[in-house]
């Protein structure tokens, strides 16, 4: 496969975990190159996100082309720590039909956007009623960390549909959390990532936020 290839498969799928779509402006664009540039993890600040429901999601994000965990071309990390000191987080990335299922009946929040200075963050809100079963469980997650304090979740990127969920370590509501999302490739260098394939706009772009809660 072409390396070209390879990285805006990559792209791709870390746009849509970062909450930027398929779309990005120029200036995060620089900002996320300057990053990878100088050997750190290409990530977005840390802030809390905060939700009314029993989960915080991503986008469900596809990787394809053969991509192989084994092969390393690309490792995403999401780190956080509960705002509550007491209060025990998960952090977890699973292929999105089993937590679809997983999460079916249950209020959750999706991330659909992200912007800064001043910072917001933009869910859907999935209805519900059904209380969740605390999710470390569960045993389809490909990557999973649980606990008080300061968590890492680290994933290799995998041919096939993943999210990331984000959730109180019980499955309790609110879920609220300092977050921090990030990705590691030697593969990444200087390239526009608000072009498609075909050199015309593709997604949603920063500037157009689509309805839902925003994190205050």
């Known amino acids: 496969m072409r390396a070209g290839k390879i990285v805006m498969i990559i792209a791709g799928s870390l746009l849509v975990l970062l909450g930027f779509g398929t779309g990005i402006a120029g200036a995060a664009v620089g900002f996320l190159n300057t990053r990878q540039a100088s050997g750190e993890f290409l990530s977005v600040p840390q802030e809390v996100y905060q ?17 192989s965990s084994e092969d390393a071309v690309g490792t995403i ?83 096939g549909s993943w999210t990331v969920v984000v959730m109180n370590a019980d499955g309790s509501v609110p879920v609220s959390a300092q977050l921090q999302m990030g990705a590691r490739s030697d593969l990444l260098g200087p390239f526009r990532l608000d072009q498609g394939p075909d050199g015309s706009g593709a997604g949603r772009h920063l500037g157009e936020a689509p309805p839902g809660h925003s994190s205050p």
């Not at 009314?52 to 596809?62: N, Q, V």
């Not at 469980?137 to 968590?151: D, P, R, T």
């Open 51 to 67: 939700v009314d429901s029993h989960a915080m999601t991503t986008e469900p994000f596809s990787v394809g082309g053969g991509v």
């Open 77 to 159: 990390v999401v780190r956080g720590q509960a705002v509550a000191p007491d209060q025990e987080l998960f952090l977890g990335i699973g292929p999105t039909a089993d937590v679809n299922r997983y999460l079916s009946g249950v209020a959750h929040s999706e991330l659909r956007e992200v912007t800064f200075e001043p910072f917001n963050a933009y869910f859907r809100e999935i209805e519900g009623t059904a209380v969740p079963a605390p999710p470390g469980e569960q045993e389809f997650w490909a990557a999973a960390s649980s606990g008080q304090g300061l968590q890492e979740m680290s994933w290799n990127l995998d041919d």
